[in-house]
């Protein structure tokens, strides 16, 4: 993996759902808040998790 320091994922929609998940990045409220004296490889896990959960919540689910 490259070492390079991973980028935020806000994109200045900063709404937490009634998870402490915000609307907009995907990010917990802990995340958010830890994310600048996170390693690079644990922002790269949080990166990873927001976006298992923006593909759960953005999945369409045909019955």
């Known amino acids: 993996m490259s070492a390079t320091e991973p980028q935020s994922p806000c994109i200045s929609v900063c709404l937490l ?3 402490d998940i915000c609307t907009g990045c995907f990010r917990t409220a802990d995340e958010i808040t830890d994310w600048f004296v996170a390693s690079a490889e644990q922002k790269r896990e ?18």
């Open 46 to 63: 949080v990166l990873r998790l927001a976006r298992e959960r923006m593909e759960a919540q953005t999945t369409i689910h045909l019955s």
């Open 17 to 19: 759902d009634e998870n």
